[in-house]
């Protein structure tokens, strides 16, 4: 049987993104962040493309580990300057009819009552096609800069989060009824007082015991993607995501990955199906084979090698500037991205790598791995992927920027097309619909769907009954 593959493109609102340095390309364009112009051609492209969405990676704080100082990160532009993402979406949404958006948005810093109201605005304004990328940040310099001592240990962060997706669920599904709302201007009544209810909810991380600001919008809850690959990250996506987002360096680590989080699924009583898998990917298209080498080659001469060390640092939370760069990797685990840390033993097992041989990983296209080649020979990898991991499609980043998508959607789209493993068409509604083709909204057993009944709660609560 014949799997459609599903695409995403991935940027950030900084520069560079995945692949420091190539901010020097002659044809970058990726500077222009600051400019909607940019982020609104870059969406009609992807729309042209037929891409499910465009994912916006986020950071609160900055990649200050290299050398125990925020110089190298601000001389390469290692994600920063590095702008809101919430507030290009509106614009984009306003000028597209079909793509979706992915939000990257911490919990850590944001109390769940004031984002829930934020999402709520943003699925209005969309019109339903928003999602959020749901994270717990791991850049200590973002937990001092918003007051907190430091960055939460790593499990201890879940622990917040599934607090925080409780509180969220119960503003966004349980608080307002469907029929609350009924703008009756003979009877002078907007919304009826008895259909929306105050969550009343107190727990070890945070006291909400009002009602949503918002009334219901079409997706209510936005599709959720989750990016943990720890082991506490996978239960909590096989819990919670809709889709889930992994820069999983090999096919072995990527299909073990993918299983396990199904896995985590079906003991959460969900449908592993009903979860979509995104892997980072970079592909480097050319008319040919020997068009993308050229392609490929001409990039790598503007990777900047302490811009790649400064990413690797802030990810994994150890300073690479204290090694020289033909020293070998020695594996220990910290309080940061910790999947991160055992990346590098994974994609060649028994390989030593140099502190050189990552930062050239690195370079282009971050963790993920990188395809080079004609239309054809990069649908072959895809399909390939495909086959062997059980991923269901690709989260793009960029090397150049517009020119990766755009190759992506001028040579690579129109050959997946014509194999029959990419839609030429989208579905109709909001995102949930186009990526599930069922109903706007999380239906059971998905955990967010059981909160819907606080009204009925709150009636049995008044009446004595248990």
Same mark, same amino acid.
């Given at each position: $049987?014949?799997? *459609?593959?599903?695409?995403?493109?991935?940027?950030?609102?900084?520069?560079?993104?995945?692949?420091?340095?190539?901010?020097?390309?002659?044809?970058?364009?990726?500077?222009?962040?600051?400019?909607?112009?940019?982020?609104?051609?870059?969406?009609?492209?992807?729309?042209?493309?037929?891409?499910?969405?465009?994912? +916006?990676?986020?950071?609160?704080?900055?990649?200050?580990?290299? %050398? &125990?100082?925020? %110089?190298?990160?601000?001389?390469?532009?290692?994600?920063?300057?590095? %702008?809101?993402?919430?507030?290009?979406?509106?614009?984009?949404?306003?000028?597209?009819?079909?793509?979706?958006?992915?939000?990257?948005?911490?919990?850590?810093? *944001?109390?769940?009552?004031?984002?829930?109201?934020?999402?709520?605005?943003?699925?209005?304004?969309?019109?339903?096609?928003? &999602?959020?990328?749901?994270?717990?940040?791991?850049?200590?310099?973002?937990?001092?800069? @918003?007051?907190?001592?430091?960055? $939460?240990?790593?499990?201890?962060?879940?622990? @917040?989060?599934?607090?925080?997706?409780?509180?969220?669920?119960?503003?966004?599904?349980?608080?307002?009824?469907?029929?609350?709302?009924?703008?009756?201007?003979?009877?002078?009544?907007?919304? /009826?007082?008895?259909?929306?209810?105050?969550?009343?909810?107190?727990?070890?991380?945070?006291?909400?015991?009002?009602?949503?600001?918002?009334?219901?919008?079409?997706?209510?809850?936005?599709?959720?993607?989750?990016?943990?690959?720890?082991?506490?990250?996978?239960?909590?996506?096989?819990? /919670?995501?809709?889709?889930?987002?992994?820069?999983?360096?090999?096919?072995?680590?990527?299909?073990?990955?993918?299983? %396990?989080?199904?896995?985590?699924?079906?003991?959460?009583?969900?449908?592993?199906?009903?979860?979509?898998?995104?892997?980072?990917?970079?592909?480097?298209?050319?008319?040919?084979?020997?068009?993308?080498?050229?392609?490929?080659? =001409?990039?790598?001469?503007? @990777?900047?090698?302490? &811009?790649?060390?400064?990413? +690797?640092?802030?990810?994994?939370?150890?300073?690479?500037?204290?090694?020289?760069?033909?020293?070998?990797?020695?594996?220990?685990?910290?309080?940061?991205?910790?999947?991160?840390?055992?990346?590098?033993?994974?994609?060649?097992?028994?390989?030593? #790598?140099?502190?050189? =041989? $990552?930062?050239?990983?690195?370079?282009?296209?971050?963790?993920?791995?990188?395809? @080079?080649?004609?239309?054809?020979?990069?649908?072959?990898? $895809?399909?390939? #992927?495909?086959? =062997?991991?059980?991923?269901?499609?690709?989260?793009?980043?960029?090397?150049? !920027?517009?020119? !990766?998508?755009?190759?992506?959607?001028?040579?690579?789209?129109?050959?997946?097309?014509?194999?029959?493993?990419?839609?030429?068409?989208?579905?109709?509604?909001?995102?949930?619909?186009?990526?599930?083709?069922?109903?706007?909204?999380?239906?059971?057993? /998905?955990?967010?769907?059981?909160?819907?009944?606080?009204?009925?709660? *709150?009636?049995?609560?008044?009446?004595?009954?248990?």
């Amino acid at each position: $049987m014949t799997r *459609e593959i599903r695409l995403n493109a991935f940027d950030m609102n900084c520069v560079g993104h995945q692949s420091p340095g190539l901010w020097r390309h002659p044809r970058d364009q990726s500077a222009s962040y600051k400019d909607l112009d940019y982020w609104v051609n870059l969406a009609k492209t992807l729309e042209r493309g037929k891409f499910d969405g465009l994912f +916006i990676a986020d950071v609160l704080g900055v990649y200050d580990v290299l %050398n &125990g100082n925020v %110089n190298a990160a601000l001389k390469h532009s290692a994600q920063v300057p590095v %702008n809101d993402p919430l507030q290009l979406i509106p614009t984009m949404a306003y000028l597209t009819e079909h793509l979706g958006f992915g939000l990257t948005a911490s919990l850590s810093f *944001e109390h769940p009552y004031t984002f829930a109201r934020r999402i709520s605005t943003l699925d209005h304004l969309t019109k339903g096609r928003v &999602g959020w990328n749901i994270v717990t940040s791991y850049l200590n310099s973002g937990a001092l800069n @918003v007051g907190q001592a430091g960055q $939460m240990q790593h499990d201890n962060r879940y622990d @917040v989060a599934e607090e925080y997706l409780e509180v969220c669920y119960k503003l966004w599904e349980g608080s307002w009824e469907d029929d609350a709302v009924v703008r009756d201007r003979e009877a002078g009544i907007f919304t /009826h007082p008895s259909k929306v209810h105050a969550i009343g909810h107190q727990g070890p991380h945070f006291h909400v015991p009002g009602i949503h600001l918002s009334e219901p919008s079409p997706q209510r809850t936005p599709v959720l993607y989750q990016a943990g690959a720890s082991s506490r990250g996978k239960d909590f996506a096989g819990q /919670h995501a809709e889709c889930i987002f992994v820069a999983a360096p090999s096919k072995a680590v990527l299909k073990r990955y993918v299983a %396990n989080v199904r896995e985590a699924a079906v003991q959460a009583g969900r449908d592993p199906r009903g979860i979509l898998a995104f892997n980072l990917q970079t592909v480097i298209v050319g008319e040919t084979d020997a068009d993308a080498k050229r392609k490929f080659d =001409e990039y790598r001469k503007y @990777v900047s090698y302490e &811009g790649a060390l400064t990413l +690797i640092s802030g990810w994994t939370g150890i300073d690479f500037g204290q090694f020289s760069p033909d020293e070998v990797l020695r594996l220990r685990y910290t309080n940061a991205v910790q999947s991160a840390v055992e990346t590098f033993t994974t994609i060649d097992p028994g390989k030593e #790598w140099t502190v050189r =041989e $990552m930062a050239d990983w690195v370079g282009i296209g971050g963790f993920g791995p990188v395809f @080079v080649g004609s239309p054809q020979t990069v649908a072959d990898l $895809m399909q390939e #992927w495909v086959e =062997e991991t059980d991923v269901d499609g690709f989260n793009l980043a960029y090397a150049v !920027t517009p020119e !990766t998508f755009e190759d992506a959607v001028d040579l690579l789209v129109p050959e997946l097309q014509k194999r029959g493993v990419y839609k030429t068409a989208y579905r109709q509604g909001t995102l949930r619909e186009k990526l599930f083709g069922e109903g706007p909204r999380l239906v059971a057993p /998905h955990p967010g769907a059981a909160y819907r009944d606080l009204g009925r709660v *709150e009636q049995k609560l008044a009446s004595g009954q248990n």
